[in-house]
């Protein structure tokens, strides 16, 4: 049985979506009783910024039979970014801070010098965990006889993987795609680049859609699958299944960003202040739980459509709280976005929605119809998803939660759903893997 070897920079127990994919993952693979190791970066977190990724107990408590190791970065870069931290980056901004005047004349572009800084150095952060991770490979006298799974973002992944796959099989897995459709034209060019290049090297591609997988893929013929994020189950032991609702109140929740507006709440509230005008709900029956640092926007923007005092702003928590606000909603709330014709993006936390088998009010923001979010709330018929570009939306969306506030759910497709477990998804990846020994 060949070892597998998972490259994750980002990995339990930090509180962050981005590390729970791999995690489960790893999870799984030792329970079915394969042999696993994790290289990773020592704190996920992105050394020249002040911010901390938290602690994530659930994550931390499903790796306690994961061999992990956790690669140091090099001293230079580390000088690097440690002066980068405390002389440049905004905490509050979440971005460098720069006094030139002659940026700060021109806003359009100094938000594109600042992108392109924040670019490059990540770049220099992801090639020297690379490089440290390769060094630290040679030390013990390499790699053999192995299934190295790498996953993207950040970059720093795949560089590696690239670096020690030598004599060993090599699939490269993919969150989100490297090229995004809102990247500046150089970074996309660039992006693409670095993207086919992987494609090219690795023995197989893994997407978590359809969409992003014919968009990384493109014309390249190479061995693929779509296995998607999912949910685990065996997280609802840390959650109380016994939700109360002595006010019998409605209760939504949403939990994470905006995204700078690309998640839009604004339909969801446009449509709470109509039918309360129209006297068709009482607001004081109605309940959205925000979880997330976005909680000050969450309350301007409800505050723009009258609906303020139905907000329970609980803020960043961590993420077994979080499990406990979805369990205890009636309906979880997600938003995305569909700018580039290939389905948009598809946010990890829908799929682990999906654990709670709560009715679902998705939205979509963007000019393109016929997202991947729409496709499989539609399949698993848990709920109602909108996107910008249907006619009379704001009536629907109005319809729609006039139904909620009458007791009318969906029927959800408890097969189906069951299919985006992690204990399920984990066995599509081992296929995979099978195959590729065999191969």
């Known amino acids: 049985m060949a070892k597998i070897i998972i490259i994750s920079y980002f990995f339990a127990p930090a509180n962050m979506i981005g590390a729970v994919r791999m995690t489960k993952l790893a999870k799984y693979f030792v329970k079915k009783g394969y042999e696993v190791e994790v290289l990773t970066s020592p704190n996920n977190s992105i050394l020249f910024q002040k911010e901390n990724n938290g602690f994530d107990e659930i994550l931390y408590n499903d790796i306690k039979n994961v061999n992990v190791t956790r690669i140091e970065h090099g001293r230079l870069y580390k000088k690097l970014a440690k002066l980068l931290r405390n002389r440049f ?37 992801d090639i020297d965990f690379a490089i440290q991770g390769k060094k630290y490979i040679n030390i013990r006298g390499g790699l053999s006889d192995s299934i190295i799974i790498s996953t993207y973002g950040p970059l720093a992944s795949h560089l590696l993987a690239g670096k020690i796959r030598k004599g060993n099989k090599w699939i490269a897995d993919f969150r989100d795609p490297i090229a995004q459709y809102e990247d500046y034209k150089f970074e996309h060019w660039l992006n693409r680049k670095i993207e086919k290049r992987i494609v090219k090297n690795c023995d197989a591609v893994v997407g978590v859609t359809d969409s992003y997988l014919m968009s990384i893929l493109s014309d390249s013929i190479k061995d693929k699958m779509v296995i998607t994020n999912g949910y685990d189950s065996e997280d609802l032991q840390y959650v109380s299944l016994n939700s109360n609702n002595l006010e019998k109140k409605l209760r939504f929740c ?186």
Request: neutral net charge; contains cysteine.
């Open 89 to 125: 980056f905004n905490p509050e901004g979440n971005s460098f801070s720069m006094n030139s005047s002659s940026v700060k004349k021109n806003n359009k572009l100094k938000k594109k010098v600042l992108h392109y800084a924040f670019y490059w150095v990540l770049m220099l952060q």
């Open 254 to 439: 949403y939990t994470g960003t905006l995204y700078s507006g690309m998640r839009d709440i604004r339909p969801f509230y446009t449509a709470l202040q109509t039918l309360s005008k129209e006297g068709k709900i009482n607001l004081d029956n109605i309940e959205l739980t925000y979880a997330g640092p976005q909680g000050d926007l969450v309350l301007e923007l409800a505050n723009n459509y009258g609906v303020k005092d139905i907000i329970n702003n609980r803020g960043f928590v961590p993420r077994y709280e979080s499990l406990a606000i979805q369990n205890e909603s009636d309906v979880i709330i997600v938003l995305t976005w569909n700018l580039d014709k290939n389905g948009g993006y598809l946010p990890g936390k829908f799929l682990e929605h999906l654990m709670f088998k709560k009715e679902i009010f998705g939205y979509v923001s963007g000019p393109y119809k016929d997202s991947d979010l729409k496709k499989i709330i539609k399949s698993l018929n848990i709920g109602e998803c909108f996107e910008e570009t249907e006619e009379n939306l704001n009536m629907k969306i109005k319809n729609y939660i006039e139904e909620l506030y009458k007791g009318k759910f969906h029927t959800y497709d408890k097969e189906k759903i069951e299919k985006y477990s992690y204990d399920s998804i984990s066995n599509q990846y081992l296929q995979l893997i099978d195959s590729m020994k065999r191969g």
